[in-house]
């Protein structure tokens, strides 16, 4: 009675409802998983439905083995997705910040600068600061987030002595171009080889001037870096590969700088393509931590020998050759490595500003490499159609790379959420490898089109439509009433048949 009762119009409007509801579900999660990288739903059915529902059970024996092994995959994972210090890394003052008052948007996240914050505090304070005022001063001006009470604490602490800190943070944050910068680094060198000479006389006499002394190397080692690239900036190109290479023979044990990315790009630049193979055969060891630098200027000097007579037509005719096939051994190589490299040294992605710090084998890494590195793959002829007709091909040698690789570990598969947190909101970040779309997607899709459609059709023809719906709903009822009556007649022949049984053993 309740369905001979219903018209057309509620089912359209029933109809209506639903389309407009799962479709709302739709553009909600569509926009969930550009953002985070995975299902709304499926995430909070997981982290919270599961544990309610009895689907983890900790104090179980048994999974000792099994949590053991996921501490040890996500210790694994951490390490994997480790974040670098850019060797290569803008001025803040001189390069991003007029970013920001051209474009109104913000380069660089909070993570990356906080990381930046810890970095300083590192390599510029010691236990000692509080000796000297203007130092104590400094150390507090590291830990501020505001930019201009960093700037003030840098006067202040340069009103009471010449500080090197302080110099290095003006360079870095008040100065608004690189002649500025380059400046106020030639003041900080003269402040900071005077306290390096001063702790090396007295680095043995204790725990406190040895942590002085290293806190004093530190700060002479990053003002030199930048006065070159300051150097390199300004077209001083040759002065900046001899303060690099000065640098990397008075210093050599601080590799953690990775000074050597910044003289290949230099020797790149000039041309020198000699003196960067010498540098790469020093670098490129199996017992040095990969970049994208080194993996893909290894590549760029192979495909240099054989990019300008290149043809994928004739390569097809006559197969490659051992020059040939070594470059592109050199390609599928660096590509294994960092494979969002191709896209923006391709033109494929457009570039941003690369971040403070990368994540080796992640999307920032290839932002960064490929925004130093572009003009000098195209400046050799052929070499980016080397690439564009080869780099696909490595991912048919890894059809699983995030369980097995072929020359380097498998693709860590952290590295999407950090780069997330190391680019701005505005970049759509590199993926690899492309994730399916979660279930939940293609069901709301599907549910938003099916109910769209029953809409549609229950407002051109309600009179039909309207007999399909009471003959839809009366399945499941028919179905219902003739599983009662199957089970009423079973229970009458199970009763007869206990009877006559009963009769029988009685008789």
Known sequence: ????????????????????????????????????????????????????????????????????????????????????????????????????????????????????????????????????????????????????????????????????????????EEATTIVEAEKLFKQALKAGESCYRRSQQVQHHGAQHEAQHRRDTNV?????????????????????????????????????????????????????YADVQAVLAKYDDISLPKSATICYTAALLKARAVSDKFSPEAASRRGLSPAEMNAVEAIHRAVEFNPHVPKYLLEMKSLILPPEHILKRGDSEAIAYAFFHLQHWKRVEGALNLLHCTWEGTFRMIPYPLEKGHLFYPYPICTETADRELLPVFHEVSVYPKKELPFFILFTAGLCSFTAMLALLTHQFPELMGVFAKAVSDVPYRCFSLVLEENTQGARRAALWWSELSIMLLL
């Open 1 to 172: 009675m309740f369905l001979n009762t219903l018209t057309p119009k509620f089912y359209v409007a029933l109809t209506g409802t639903s389309s407009l509801i799962s479709g709302l579900i739709l553009i909600f999660e569509w926009w969930y998983f550009r953002k985070y990288g995975t299902s709304f739903i499926e995430q909070v059915s997981v982290s919270h439905l599961r544990p309610l529902l009895g689907g983890v059970d900790n104090s179980s024996p048994t999974n000792s083995n099994t949590s053991n092994g996921d501490a040890d995959s996500s210790r694994q994972s951490v390490s994997e997705c480790k974040v670098w210090r850019n060797p290569l890394n803008l001025f803040r003052g001189a390069e991003y910040n007029r970013y920001t008052w051209v474009t109104g948007r913000e380069p660089l996240t909070y993570y990356d600068m906080n990381l930046s914050a810890q970095d300083h505090q590192t390599f510029f304070t010691c236990d000692s600061d509080h000796l000297r005022p203007a130092d104590a001063i400094m150390q507090k001006a590291w830990r501020e987030r505001n930019p201009q009470a960093r700037i003030s604490a840098a006067h202040e602490a340069l009103d009471l002595e010449d500080c090197a800190t302080a110099y290095i943070l003006l360079a870095e």
């Open 220 to 272: 002479l080692v990053y003002i030199k870096r930048r006065l070159a690239m300051c150097s390199r900036k300004l077209g001083r190109t040759r002065e900046a590969v001899k303060m690099m290479r000065d640098l990397m023979k008075e210093f050599p044990l601080l590799s953690m700088f990775n000074i050597h990315e910044n003289l290949l790009e230099s020797l790149l630049e000039l041309q020198a």
